[in-house]
């Protein structure tokens, strides 16, 4: 299977929890948004394909996979859809939903995360809303990241302590090595104090950057850095 990936170009953003899947299956794909307008890609060509009069499944939003003649939309559905077509779920129905269940609470955790730079909304930059930034943000350090972590943390080690679904590396797991990461990024101080108490999550985030397709991808220009344009921002200020 061909897939295209179409997300905003300029930041890794949700697209990243699709690419980090697409890269470990060693998928052949193209990202979209990150090909020249010239060659057919860029921002125009998420639009048209957003804007299609004649599109009876239209997305409402990037991230969103071409798949055949699928178009999926939501990073949570995207990878519903290649974990039962790529061995990255469970096979049993009961282990499809559960991973699924997780990878919702990981998009509710992400949403919190761009939520503290961006409590009024997004329409506003983060300069015009630092005063509600602060105070959003030392509750969800206070109070969301802990419950969240630890979380998490008990479902890996119910799990047995390598991997939050099943037996073997699961889409969940890709997704939680990005979370930690970018959270590592934007709150490195807030994380550092965390992270002993994380020893689960810190060890399988360490056993997928070394997967020989993840490291590989990590090392590449595919992978775009973190910064102040995505989901996760480091803003000094706010790492208290």
Do not use: C
């Not at 470990?24 to 957003?50: F, N």
């Not at 990037?62 to 559905?77: E, S």
């Not at 105070?135 to 939050?164: C, D, Q, S, W």
């Not at 108490?197 to 810190?202: G, N, T």
Request: proline content about 7%; aromatic content about 12%.
């Amino acid at each position: 299977m061909h897939y295209e990936l179409y997300y905003w170009p300029s930041n890794q953003g949700r697209g990243e929890f699709v690419r980090l899947a697409l890269e470990e299956v060693g998928a052949d794909y193209i990202d979209v948004g990150r090909v020249p307008e010239a060659e057919g890609g860029g921002v125009p060509a998420l639009l048209k394909l957003i804007n299609a009069p004649d599109l009876k499944t239209p997305p409402f939003a990037p991230p969103f996979l071409k798949a055949g003649d699928l178009i999926i939309g939501h990073t949570a559905n995207i990878l519903m859809y290649l974990g039962a077509h790529h061995a990255l779920a469970p096979a049993e129905e009961a282990g499809r939903l559960w991973a699924h269940q997780l990878q919702l609470s990981v998009t509710d955790f992400a949403k919190e995360i761009h939520d503290t730079h961006h409590p009024v909304g997004a329409a506003f930059y983060y300069e015009d809303q630092k005063v509600e930034a602060k105070r959003y943000t030392e509750n969800f350090l206070k109070l969301r990241v802990p419950k969240f972590m630890t979380y998490f943390e008990n479902v890996i080690a119910r799990n047995g302590g390598r991997h939050l679904v099943g037996t073997a590396l699961s889409y969940v797991d890709l997704s939680m090595f990005q979370l930690l990461a970018g959270l590592r990024y934007a709150f490195p101080r807030v994380l550092a104090r965390l992270d002993p108490s994380l020893p689960r999550l810190a060890a399988l985030h360490d056993a997928v950057a070394k997967r020989p397709r993840i490291a590989t991808y990590l090392a590449s220009a595919r992978r775009m850095p973190f910064d102040e344009k995505g989901v996760f921002r480091h803003y000094p200020e706010l790492d208290d």
